[in-house]
């Protein structure tokens, strides 16, 4: 659709800062055209001046003005002829974008349990039995436990926590349900973590 006198934001060209929005955007332009170089000068000391009252929460930053300098020379596409009163050689970097993180792809068994739960399979795998396998076990076995309920809609069964974490051990850790205690789950708990999910 094409109608006299209306522009869409669509159909404009796309803002190099989109945080100072277009009017900042059209003083920068405005200030290019300018021939004299006094009055260019004065102009985009003008237009740093509003950029600086839009990001006044800023103000306390130690780079804050040199910030504003970096954005005016972005705008401009680094093509105003004007006195900086900081070196905007840096500011290339600003507007470069990260290159892609790798993300690791590691196979996991049970999703419900996640990669730390196999961690921790393989650490107490190797652990000689004590008081530090003993808070390790008690802790791993709790874990389970809130991940099935948080998995399984709010069900979970001791023997299920019991079975898996025997086999996930090679059969290292064995749980004596009739003296193992495992810790009260806060269902109000689970249903907000659940809700937070999603």
């Not at 808070?135 to 389970?144: E, F």
């Not at 399984?152 to 926590?161: L, N």
Request: some cysteine; glycine content about 4%.
């Amino acid at each position: 659709m094409n109608i006299k006198g209306l522009d869409y934001n669509t159909q404009r060209e796309k803002l190099k800062l989109p945080e100072y929005g277009r009017e900042v955007q059209n003083m920068v332009d405005y200030c290019l055209t300018l021939t004299d170089r006094q009055e260019r000068q004065r102009c985009a000391e003008t237009i740093v001046s509003v950029m600086d009252l839009m990001t006044a929460k800023n103000r306390q930053n130690a780079d804050h003005e040199q910030k504003l300098w970096d954005h005016l020379a972005i705008m401009a596409d680094f093509k105003l002829d004007i006195d900086y009163p900081f070196d905007v050689a840096q500011a290339h970097q600003i507007t470069e974008k990260p290159k892609p993180m790798d993300y690791p792809m590691t196979r996991i068994p049970v999703r419900h349990y996640g990669k730390l739960m196999f961690e921790l399979f393989d650490q107490l795998k190797t652990m000689a039995p004590g008081k530090e396998r003993d808070m390790l076990v008690q802790y791993t076995a709790n874990q389970m436990k809130r991940d099935l309920v948080m998995w399984s809609h709010g069900s979970s069964d001791d023997e299920k926590v019991a079975d898996d974490l025997a086999r996930y051990t090679d059969g290292k850790i064995q749980l004596d349900l009739s003296t193992f205690k495992f810790e009260k789950i806060n269902m109000r708990e689970v249903k907000e973590n659940r809700k937070k999910k999603k």
